[in-house]
C-alpha cells in the first residue's frame, strides 16, 4: 500500500478540478503569449502596465522614481542655488525612503537615499567647469 501526503493546496486544487472549475477558462487550449520569443529583462514591468491598462505614458511611481535616481544630475543641473538643489535631494531621498518602506506602487526599490553633500559638490564642480 503506497501512502503519498497530499497538502491542503494540492487537495484544494484537485476538488476544484472535480468540480470542473478550470473547465473552458479563456484561453484553454490556445499557446502561451511570448511563446518562442526571445527572454526580455523586464518582461515583468511590461506584463504589469498590461494588465493595470497603464497607457504608454504612464509608469508606477516606483519606476518613476528610479528614472528621477538616474536623471538626478540632469535634474539638480537645472537649479540655480545650493539651497534648492539640497531641497531636490531631501524630497528625492524622501521618495526613496517611502518606496523602500513600500509606501508606493510598483515594483519594490531597494535604491539607497543620495548624499546632498556629494550632489552639491559635484554640482558646483560642473557649474564651475562651464
Not at 51 to 62: L, M
Request: proline share 5%; glycine share 6%; aromatic share 6%.
Amino acid at each position: 500500500m503506497v501512502h503519498w501526503y497530499e497538502s491542503s493546496i494540492d487537495r484544494q486544487l484537485r476538488e476544484a478540478a472535480e468540480r470542473g472549475e478550470f473547465d473552458n477558462l479563456e484561453g484553454a487550449g490556445k499557446p502561451l503569449r511570448d511563446a518562442g520569443r526571445d527572454y526580455q529583462e523586464d518582461w515583468w514591468v511590461k506584463d504589469w502596465l498590461e494588465r493595470e491598462g497603464a497607457t504608454a505614458g504612464v509608469i508606477p511611481p516606483t519606476l518613476a522614481l528610479r528614472r528621477d535616481v538616474e536623471d538626478l544630475e540632469a535634474a539638480v543641473d537645472r537649479l540655480r542655488t545650493e539651497r534648492e538643489v539640497r531641497d531636490h535631494v531631501a524630497a528625492l531621498n524622501e521618495r526613496l525612503r517611502k518606496a523602500r518602506v513600500g509606501l508606493m506602487d510598483g515594483p519594490p526599490v531597494v535604491l539607497p537615499p543620495r548624499d546632498a553633500d556629494q550632489v552639491v559638490a559635484a554640482w558646483a564642480a560642473r557649474r564651475l567647469s562651464r
